[in-house]
């Protein structure tokens, strides 16, 4: 397609900013401090408290279980539901009130407790936390989807949620910075106070966003009939792109999370050989440089998927973060280790776009999906996308603790042997690279182009005016 044969937006289907920007403050809790919590967990419970990898992982991978249940009924009740308030808003308080105090009562440990004893209480922290996200980004996703009709706008919603929730993701490389400061006892006490601050912006940004978003399909929706729990996650089940997109973002996202954590083992026992307060700052300094590289990254991105159409940006991200995996080899240097700042925009970039687009591509599937079907289940597309994801992250999370414990890797000593730091990298380049290769054959022809999604909204307005003809004169 040609660039004088791309579609323009609407004025109907435009977004006011202030929507985008309240969408987009939403969106800080799921991409930064729900992100947070599985960046700080071997660090604070592992490195600070001594727990077992093995076991943190297994903690961390049963809440994805309990997810399998919640996260699809989650969508299936803000589908159904019907309040003056609209479908998804009143979830977004809700939720908004129990991410922010579920996420300091993970951090706020009790003094006393054995391993088997920390390990337990993480565990039901985390299904708490874990079930507030759900009830919380849940419909927050799904109000994406719904809020234009344009294939474009769409897209430049979601930019604004990358941008702004990025923003926030600044901070969240410094956190462990902020809690080994001088003034705490060490770094699990200063969690608990770094985690009180983080809970109020959390707090701030979801009530922001469940006052000011508005649903645009609740009008059409309250004519539609209540769905069914089972037909409605079949139905999502069924549809070939969405599946084919899944997958794309599952493997991915799998291969990245099957070696989470290890770049901060990296960092503080190869490239500052055991230095906490030196490896700390170097993190915070990559940790700032990947949520710029995302901020920035927004602009191209929207440009590149107006020319060049969403599954080939998507495409062109997957590159970007092998090759930003592959130059690991070279760039983790004890001598120079701010070249790991390298790889570590690259991915950015190709993280910032992949789980972007994602959302702009699954709000054009819903179209397609109603066309198919006569129903809008956004909630539904949303919670099964959601599940997908959170068991990329689950089941790598078990896989990582082993992997961890197989380098040999030992917490309770500074310096860390040649074969466990050889391990540590060997497994943190590969198993991503070799994922995002993967995922770039998926793309090959992803079916629902620019031209497409316009045919398709063209003919659900054709649809909707046989439904509801004007009166005649």
């Known amino acids: 397609m040609s660039d004088s044969t791309h579609h323009e937006t609407a004025a109907a289907d435009r977004i006011p900013v202030t929507q985008k920007v309240a969408f987009g403050l939403g969106m800080a809790t799921p991409i930064a401090f729900v992100n947070a919590v599985a960046q700080l967990t071997n660090l604070i419970y592992n490195i600070g408290l001594g727990v077992s990898p093995i076991l943190l992982g297994i903690a961390q991978m049963i809440p994805r279980f309990w997810d399998a249940i919640s996260d699809p009924i ?15 808003r009143p979830y977004l308080i809700i939720g908004g009130f129990g991410v922010a105090i579920t996420f300091v009562l993970i951090w706020t440990v009790p003094r006393g407790l054995s391993e088997y004893g920390i390990f337990g209480y993480y565990l039901a922290m985390s299904l708490l936390f874990y079930t507030a996200v759900t009830i919380f980004s849940v419909p927050l996703v799904a109000l994406g989807y719904e809020m234009s009709n344009d294939y474009h706008e769409r897209t430049r919603l979601f930019a604004y949620g990358s941008f702004i929730g990025n923003m926030f993701a600044i901070l969240t490389p410094w956190l ?23 809970a109020v912006i959390i707090l701030t940004s979801a009530l922001v966003c469940g006052v000011v978003c508005k649903e645009q399909k ?17 139905a999502t089940m069924k ?29 503080i026992y190869y490239l500052f050989d055991g230095a906490k307060d030196a490896a700390s700052k170097m993190m915070g300094i990559n940790g700032t440089a990947w949520a ?18 969403k599954a080939r940006t998507v495409q062109l991200s997957v590159v970007a973060m092998m090759m930003g995996c592959l130059l690991k080899i070279v760039c983790y240097n004890p001598t120079y280790p701010w070249l790991t700042l390298i790889p570590t925009v690259l991915i950015s970039i190709g993280m910032l776009v992949l789980f972007t687009m994602a959302g702009a591509m699954i709000a054009d599937i819903c179209d397609e999906d109603e066309l198919e079907n006569g129903v809008r289940r956004e909630g539904s597309y949303s919670a099964v996308y959601s599940w997908w994801m959170k068991f990329a992250v689950s089941s790598a999370y078990l896989v990582a603790g082993i992997l961890l414990q197989s380098t040999g890797f030992d917490e309770k000593i500074l310096h860390q042997s040649d074969s466990t730091l050889f391990w540590l990298r060997f497994w943190e380049i590969s198993l991503p690279a070799l994922l995002c290769g993967v ?21 659900l307005a054709q649809c909707r005016d046989a439904d509801d003809p004007a009166p005649s004169a």
């Open 176 to 198: 462990y910075h902020l809690a080994n400061l001088d003034f705490f006892a060490n770094e699990v006490e200063g969690m608990k106070t770094v985690g009180v601050a983080v």
């Open 439 to 459: 995922g770039y054959f998926l793309l090959s022809n992803y079916p629902l182009t620019e031209d497409r999604a316009y045919e398709i909204k063209q003919l």
């Open 218 to 234: 609740f009008v059409q929706v309250q004519k539609q009939e209540k769905i069914r729990f089972w037909p409605s996650i079949k």
């Open 239 to 267: 549809n070939r792109t969405y599946l084919r997109l899944i997958g794309i973002v599952f493997v991915v996202a799998a291969g990245f999370n099957f070696v989470n954590g290890f770049s901060n083992y990296i960092m």
């Open 292 to 309: 710029i590289a995302a901020l920035i990254a927004v602009f191209p991105m929207t440009w590149c998927s107006a020319r060049l159409g």
């Open 74 to 88: 989650a969508g299936y009740i803000s589908d159904n539901t019907r309040t003056r308030w609209g479908r998804r």
